[in-house]
T-cell receptor, first 110, second 115 residues
Framework: DTAVSQTPKYLVTQMGNDKSIKCEQN?????MYWYKQDSKKFLKIMFS???????INETVPNRFSPKSPDKAHLNLHINSLELGDSAVYFC?????????FGPGTRLTVL | KNQVEQSPQSLIILEGKNCTLQ??????????LRWYKQDTGRGPVSLTIMTFSENTKSNGRYTATLDADTKQSSLHITASQLSDSASYICVVSGPRDNAGNMLTFGGGTRLMVKP
């Protein structure tokens, strides 16, 4: 039983394209996150979201936008992809102090 | 500036040996400290969570220690197994900053256990 799932696992696309990464959690958690892990393996939070509040890391370009159709889903939409967007993107959900991460989506922008 | 520094960056040990990973942080005020294990190609998985009042916490062969006075934590792995090969990430939770971020992540220690 997958707790936090992401699709696709790999995404290769051209510069300038628009793409989406989907995330679903079946844990019933209220809070979900998107993280970016760069080549140096540092994890940086991009968004945190629950059914009441969206908190955006102001360093994230507005080309990135989270979309939540319901409490179990938080999708990440990226417009006008750039080379520097290449990274692994992780979705996570939280219960108490523990975050549960998805398997990651490796995005490669050519 | 809140920072979490981990050492060493990478470590190679033989199967069955013990090892200790270090984490120093400057996050203040401090809420809790977590150690995560991240296997290659997977998301991080929580190993331990400690608040400022806890000095040590174990999870099987993993034992984390915390010294809130010196702002240091360590993760000790006993009798290492090949499956311990992974990145170990130290994460410190502090006050929410202007970007809404409460977590400061270390860069991780890449552990390789060889037979």
């Amino acid at each position: 039983d997958t707790a936090v799932s992401q699709t696709p696992k790999y995404l290769v696309t051209q510069m300038g394209n628009d793409k989406s990464i989907k995330c679903e959690q079946n844990l019933g958690h209220d809070t979900m996150y998107w993280y970016k892990q760069d080549s140096k393996k540092f994890l940086k939070i991009m968004f945190s979201y629950n059914n009441k509040e969206l908190i955006i890391n102001e360093t994230v370009p507005n080309r990135f936008s989270p979309k939540s159709p319901d409490k179990a889903h938080l999708n990440l939409h990226i417009n006008s992809l750039e080379l520097g967007d290449s990274a692994v993107y992780f979705c996570a959900s939280r219960l108490g102090a523990t975050q549960y991460f998805g398997p990651g989506t490796r995005l490669t922008v050519l | 500036k809140n920072q979490v520094e981990q050492s060493p960056q990478s470590l190679i040990i033989l199967e069955g040996k013990n090892c200790t990973l270090q984490c120093n942080y400057t996050v203040s005020p401090f809420s809790n400290l977590r150690w995560y294990k991240q296997d290659t190609g997977r998301g991080p998985v929580s190993l331990t969570i400690m608040t400022f009042s806890e000095n040590t916490k174990s999870n099987g062969r993993y034992t984390a220690t915390l010294d809130a006075d010196t702002k240091q934590s360590s993760l000790h792995i006993t009798a290492s197994q090949l499956s311990d090969s992974a990145s170990y990430i130290c994460v410190v939770s502090g006050p929410r900053d202007n970007a809404g971020n409460m977590l400061t992540f270390g860069g991780g220690t890449r552990l390789m256990v060889k037979p």
